[in-house]
């Protein structure tokens, strides 16, 4: 049985099963780990720590018969310049520029993926600004997730503050990290992982 969601141009999943699942045939993988590492869409500053409170799920490299498909790192702080960008890869392209987004999620101590919050509202995030450039053929899993986020935009921040791991961070005294996390919009940065 195959998840891969591969008439749509927009897809959603889960960890790097779900990367695996939905990857084949895409252009890109949007990565979205928005609190158990910094990144540069993050960018964090000289004086925070890394996040060393909880081990963050590996971004994948997924290789195809097609060859290795580019991974960027996406977060609420810059999903419109991941929509900018696929937008002028889909330009230079010529064509449909297909889109995995997948949520990290956390792993628990078994292996398996837990579901966080933040993931999910990132990933919708970057799938709404997506939508706003036209890039929106979105698989019934990517429209699930773009409405959590729209459905939620207002709250977004305390949202992923009083998550689960949110408030395992802020415990940790990671609370800035936090804060960094949430802001929207506010980078144009695009780090190919």
Not at 47 to 67: D, F, S, V
Not at 103 to 109: L, N, Q, S
Not at 153 to 161: D, P, Q, R, S, V
Request: proline letters at 4%; a negative charge; charged letters at 20%.
């Amino acid at each position: 049985m195959t998840y891969g969601q591969t008439q749509y141009q927009v897809r959603f999943d889960w960890g790097r099963p779900g990367a695996d699942a939905i990857g084949e045939g895409a252009d890109v993988v949007v990565w979205v780990d928005v609190l158990s590492a910094p990144t540069a869409a993050q960018e964090p500053t000289a004086a925070q720590e890394p996040t060393a409170a909880r081990e963050p799920a590996a971004a994948p490299e997924l290789a195809t018969p097609h060859g290795t498909v580019t991974t960027v790192a996406g977060s609420l702080r810059n999903r419109r310049a991941i929509a900018g960008w696929a937008l002028a890869r889909q330009g230079d392209k010529g064509d449909r520029f297909t889109i995995a987004v997948v949520a990290a999620g956390e792993i628990w101590e078994d292996g398996s993926i837990r579901f966080a919050v933040e993931d999910l509202l990132a990933a919708g995030a970057v799938i709404d600004a997506l939508a706003d450039v036209g890039i929106d053929y979105c698989s019934p899993e990517a429209a699930a997730a773009s409405a959590a986020f729209t459905g939620l935009k207002n709250a977004t921040g305390h949202l992923i503050g009083a998550s689960a791991s949110g408030r395992e961070l802020a415990e940790k005294g990671h609370r800035a990290e936090v804060d960094l996390a949430i802001q929207l919009d506010v980078s144009s940065d695009v780090e190919v992982l």
